[in-house]
């Protein structure tokens, strides 16, 4: 039985947050005398001398209206990384005590928060067609699991994960689920955000880094049951979103059918590379993908790689990854940048078929 209290941490527990002068008063008035800011202004165009909303509340509320979650239960952090260090913080014990689980290959953020916060990492490797190993998380969990994460879209296979492997986890492990979205808008399945009410254990984290083009401003979302997302409120740096951020974003947020023009887009120059690259004699498969990019088997990832670099092409090499030897992880670019590529791959030869000078 999911018992959200028996999993925090009790210096959690007992922790009394931080209140900045934001938090002491919500509203509007007319001086503005007690947060220690310079009254004068900023030596900027536009005034930043305040400081920011900390729980972000307008942007919530455009999110709420597009997502179809209540602000409540929307957290919103520097990137997904911040809502990863936050679950590890809060719910994770360190030196031993507690452990989480991951499933690679996968996101590399998840070990890195585990290392960073002390906090012993159990991997269970997906299947050969990179679907969850379900017998393989059963004998890896115990009652010292506090976290499984699950990368959905995955990180770097592009493949979702069999919504119904996800739904046995929720509704069988004691502990919180956690849902990785980051490329759920290329996606033909549909996210898990509408399933908070069913499941108190699930916290599912999104972006708009990807499909909303933002990456350079780090808006990471959580969305959770309220009782979870007062827990990240209250571990969380009190202003953990700057004040441009917030407002750049809901400018973005308000282009909702120019995201979605990008998104068909993306999903049709998909199509079209996964199509020329199978074309090619040194791929040897190029797997199916509901994200932004395409994970390519190849003869050679290591001397394709350095080829294209040479030549001002930079793609991902993710040849010592586990299960993904050989292989190269190719985003989505414009058509312009992926005709570019797959014209650079037809005149790729082989070291061994280079023709040695006389």
Do not use: H
């Not at 995955?154 to 119904?164: D, E, K, L, Q």
């Not at 969380?236 to 979103?241: E, F, G, L, V, W």
């Not at 979605?260 to 120059?269: D, F, L, P």
């Amino acid at each position: 039985m999911f018992n959200l209290d028996s999993l925090l941490r009790n210096n959690i527990k007992r922790l009394v947050p931080y209140s900045s002068a934001r938090d002491e008063f919500k509203g509007e008035a007319t001086v503005y005398i007690d947060a220690n800011e310079n009254g004068f202004g900023s030596p900027l165009p536009v005034n930043y001398n305040r400081y920011p909303d900390p729980l972000q509340w307008k942007l919530k509320y455009k999110l709420a209206d597009i997502k179809g979650v209540p602000p409540q239960n929307i957290f919103l952090g520097n990137g997904s990384d911040e809502a990863i260090d936050l679950l590890f913080r809060a719910f994770c014990n360190p030196g031993g005590v507690d452990n989480v689980v991951i499933c690679p290959p996968t996101y590399g953020m998840y070990e890195v928060s585990a290392n960073i916060n002390d906090v012993t990492l159990r991997s269970v490797s997906l299947t050969e067609n990179f679907q969850l190993d379900i017998e393989g998380l059963q004998q890896a969990i115990d009652e010292n699991t506090k976290l499984i994460f699950v990368c959905s879209p995955n990180n770097p296979t592009g493949n979702s994960i069999n919504r119904s492997d996800i739904e046995l986890l929720l509704n069988n492990f004691d502990g919180i689920v956690v849902i990785d979205e980051a490329y759920i808008n290329f996606s033909r399945q549909k996210s898990f955000i509408q399933e908070l009410t069913e499941y108190p254990n699930l916290v599912v984290m999104q972006t708009l880094s990807k499909a909303w083009g933002l990456a350079a401003l780090r808006v990471g979302m959580a969305f959770a049951s309220e009782d979870i997302i007062n827990i990240f409120n209250k571990v969380k740096a009190p202003y953990n979103m700057n004040q441009a951020t917030q407002e750049l974003a809901l400018q973005a947020l308000d282009n909702v059918s120019q995201v979605n023009e990008w998104i068909r887009e993306i999903v049709i120059e998909r199509d079209l590379m996964s199509a020329a690259l199978e074309q090619l004699p040194q791929v040897l498969q190029v797997y199916p993908s509901d994200a932004n990019f395409v994970l390519v088997k190849t003869t050679d990832a290591n001397s394709i790689y350095k080829y294209l670099t040479d030549r001002g092409i930079i793609v991902r090499n993710r040849n010592k990854v586990e299960l993904c030897q050989g292989c190269l992880r190719i985003t989505i670019g414009t058509p312009e940048e992926n005709l570019q590529l797959v014209d650079a791959l037809k005149s790729y030869q082989p070291e061994t078929e280079k023709t040695v000078p006389a």
